[in-house]
Nanobody, 121 residues
Framework: QVQLVESGGGLVQAGGSLRLSCAAS????????MGWFRQAPGKEREFVAA????????YYADSVKGRFTISRANAQNTVYLQMNSLLHEDTAVYYC??????????????WGQGTQVTVSS
C-alpha cells in the first residue's frame, strides 16, 4: 500500500502564490506517476496536473496552464505543485494522487487526505 500526505495549503490573496507538497510512503516499488486533483463545494472533482514517474512528462488542465507548475523529487518520493497568480476560482480541496501510469482521468489508485486552498478576492 501507498500513503500520500499533502501539506502547504492555506489562505492566500488573489494574485499570490502557494506551494503544495505531497509525500509518498509505503510500498514504493517504482517511481509512481503522481498528480493533483481539486474539488470545490458543490462542484465536480477536476484534474489539475500530473507528472510521470521519470518526471519527463507533465499534464496540466487548461485552467491552470501557465500559472501552476508540477515537479518532483524522486529521492524523497515527493511531488510539488507551485501555484502562482492564484484566482478565487482556484479555491478548493486539493488531493494528491499516485498510480503506475500518468493520465488525466480520476481513477488513480492512491489518494491523499486533501489540503484546503482558499484564495480571497
Amino acid at each position: 500500500q501507498v500513503q500520500l500526505v499533502e501539506s502547504g495549503g492555506g489562505l492566500v490573496q488573489a494574485g499570490g502564490s502557494l506551494r503544495l507538497s505531497c509525500a509518498a510512503s509505503g510500498r514504493l516499488f517504482i517511481s509512481y506517476a503522481m498528480g493533483w486533483f481539486r474539488q470545490a463545494p458543490g462542484k465536480e472533482r477536476e484534474f489539475v496536473a500530473a507528472i510521470s514517474g521519470s518526471g519527463g512528462t507533465t499534464y496540466y488542465a487548461d485552467s491552470v496552464k501557465g500559472r501552476f507548475t508540477i515537479s518532483r523529487a524522486n529521492a524523497q518520493n515527493t511531488v510539488y505543485l507551485q501555484m502562482n497568480s492564484l484566482l478565487h476560482e482556484d479555491t478548493a480541496v486539493y488531493y494528491c494522487v499516485a498510480d503506475f501510469t500518468i493520465r488525466r482521468e480520476g481513477d488513480y489508485r492512491y489518494w491523499g487526505q486533501g489540503t484546503q486552498v482558499t484564495v480571497s478576492s
